[in-house]
């Protein structure tokens, strides 16, 4: 990645237009070596990953020593559970989230 590298530019070369004080001109055309393209689909993959609690994402965090290894939804569903009604008598609580196999197909759901 370039994360932290300062990107060299060319000498600046003299304003080509002949009004006094005008702004000096960076040439980026230049550049020595070429810059390397990051991976942006990885990032939204991985946050996908985490938002579902895919195994892969999961075996990664243990590798890097991750201490909690849940996924995005599984947090969001502890944080909202139990939700309570105001007499307290009933109580509604979100465990175990998992994606099943698509039982219907999206024409099929219309």
């Known amino acids: 990645m370039l994360e932290g590298r300062i990107l060299a530019v060319s ?3 003299k304003a080509v237009s002949g009004i006094p ?3 000096k001109r960076v ?3 230049k550049i020595r070596e070429p810059l390397e393209v990051p991976g ?3 990032v939204q993959t991985d946050s996908f990953e985490w938002l579902i609690g895919a195994q892969s994402w999961r075996e990664r965090a243990a590798a890097r020593g991750d201490s909690a290894i849940s996924g995005g939804l599984e947090d969001i569903l502890a944080e909202l559970s139990p939700i309570e009604d105001f007499s307290g008598s009933m109580s509604l609580s979100f465990s175990d989230p998992r994606f ?3 039982k ?3 024409d099929e759901c219309k």
Do not use: N, Y
């Open 27 to 29: 040439s980026f055309a």
């Open 104 to 106: 219907a197909s999206t």
């Open 11 to 13: 000498s600046q070369t």
């Open 100 to 102: 099943d196999e698509v």
């Open 21 to 23: 004080g005008a702004p």
């Open 40 to 42: 942006l689909l990885d």
